[in-house]
């Protein structure tokens, strides 16, 4: 297993990093004081290519690797995690669906634009009824002629109302539907400016709140049969597979907001005197600080063994859920620790620890909360779960 990271990785990541604080950094207290995003930052990732790191340049993409996935995650989440948001639904959940499920007309059409950063996409599988039981959930698209009617709603939706392209799950068989058939969902790609698509923001929000989570309700949206991702009732695998990579963002963002903790902290423990000693120098405090640099080291080689299996074409379903599981979880006790190392000041956004405290906690819920994957962790080692191979595979990559 070869987890290095090559001088083309290193300087991938300094673009990163320079981006996110030139661009993602300035003004970043206020946007998420008023709740608001700004457009620009979507603009510029993709004028930058961030938006189509690793897809192949034949589709519009930069070509790069697995790892540049987890490095362009991690630097954005250091800034900031609505930032990194973008990365998991666009590129992980959206765009590599797409390159991993779709025909080549699809691929032209809808992969080559997101690819490119001119246009937006995201991933829409929980509905108010359903998050965690997807097999539950009651959105439905009819057969009539060469297309599809779909009709059903959306919520929990990152960049609901500004990505124009949707990746959608919803039942396409009455009798499976009724049975929580989950082998009844096809997945389709849904443009926003269709009519009876109508895209709603939530307001709010504990965390993320420098960006867009909404819903879509669609009514009677008349889809082309021919943007139908996968196969008619392969929407559940469309999906799962999606998640191995979105989870996998959320996996290395987690190290940026796990770094993002200590590196406040590390600033902090020196400032700060208490008893006539920095507080760096207690002990206690130095527990916090040893178990931040403890959970960064060990989060980094779980996501690089991840980015490793998918550079080589392996399904790694168990390894992305245990790095997103443990990381997520990881970085939430990290920004606990920072808010508790900044004792009162802390508490205040006068400093960025509550933000990321407030951050953290989102990332344990979405893409599969931490019961969720400590189910698929128990149900492989019980022997209860095992991957066959799927139709379509990811590609593999190298650089
Ligand atoms: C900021 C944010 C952004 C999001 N972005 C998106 C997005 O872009 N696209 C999208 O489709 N979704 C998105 N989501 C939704 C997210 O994926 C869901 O919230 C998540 O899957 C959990 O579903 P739920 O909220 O319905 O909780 P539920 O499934 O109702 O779960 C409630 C509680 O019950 C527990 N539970 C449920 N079933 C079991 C079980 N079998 N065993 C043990 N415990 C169980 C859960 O772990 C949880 O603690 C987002 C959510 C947030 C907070």
């Not at 960049?159 to 009798?175: E, F, G, I, K, N």
């Not at 943007?227 to 979105?246: C, H, I, Q, T, Y």
């Not at 120098?281 to 980094?300: E, F, P, T």
């Not at 990881?330 to 808010?339: G, Y």
Request: some cysteine; aromatic content about 8%.
């Amino acid at each position: 297993m070869d987890l290095t990271h090559n001088a083309d990785h290193e300087s991938f990541r300094q673009a990163a990093r320079e981006f996110a604080a030139r661009v993602v950094a300035p003004g970043l207290r206020e946007r998420d004081a008023d709740a608001k995003a700004d457009a620009s930052i979507y603009k510029k990732m993709g004028e930058e290519g961030f938006l189509g790191c690793c897809i192949p340049q034949h589709y519009g993409g930069l070509g790069l690797d697995y790892h540049t996935l987890a490095i362009a995650s991690e630097e954005f989440e250091y800034i900031d995690s609505s930032a990194r948001v973008i990365i998991s639904v666009h590129n992980g959940l959206h765009s590599l669906a797409l390159l991993q499920w779709g025909t080549e007309a699809q691929k032209q059409q809808y992969l080559a634009p997101i690819a490119r950063g001119e246009k937006l996409s995201t991933f829409c599988l929980t509905e108010p009824a359903a998050g965690s039981d997807v097999a539950g959930i009651q959105s439905f698209a009819e057969k009539k002629g060469d297309r599809y009617v779909l009709s059903g709603e959306k919520i929990w939706i990152s960049l609901s109302t500004v990505a124009d392209q949707y990746l959608v799950m919803a039942y396409t068989d009455r009798a499976k539907q009724a049975a929580r058939d989950h082998s009844g969902i096809s997945a389709f790609i849904v443009e926003r400016a269709w009519k009876g698509v109508a895209p709603y923001e939530f307001h709010g929000k504990l965390g993320v709140r420098a960006g867009i989570t909404g819903g879509i309700a669609f009514q009677d949206v008349e889809i082309p049969e021919e943007n139908m991702l996968g196969l008619p009732d392969e929407g559940f695998k469309v999906a799962m597979s999606a998640l191995d990579n979105g989870r996998y963002t959320v996996a290395a963002g987690a190290i940026g907001l796990i770094r993002a903790s200590l590196d406040a902290s590390l600033k902090y423990c020196h400032e700060r005197q208490a008893f006539k000693r920095e507080i760096g120098k207690h002990q206690l405090v130095q527990q916090m600080i040893a178990s931040m640099a403890q959970s960064r080291d060990i989060g980094d080689l779980l996501v690089r063994k991840c980015g490793w299996l998918k550079n080589t074409g392996q399904r790694c379903t168990r390894e992305v859920a245990l790095a997103k599981w443990t990381n997520t979880i990881a970085a939430q006790t990290a920004a606990d620790n920072a808010i508790e190392i900044h004792g009162a000041y802390g508490f205040s956004n006068e400093f960025p620890v509550e933000r990321f405290w407030r951050n953290s906690r989102g990332a344990v819920i979405y893409e599969g909360t931490k019961e969720v994957q400590q189910i698929i962790q128990a149900e492989y080692a019980l022997g209860y779960r095992h991957d066959g191979p799927l139709r379509c595979e990811l590609p593999p990559h190298s650089l």
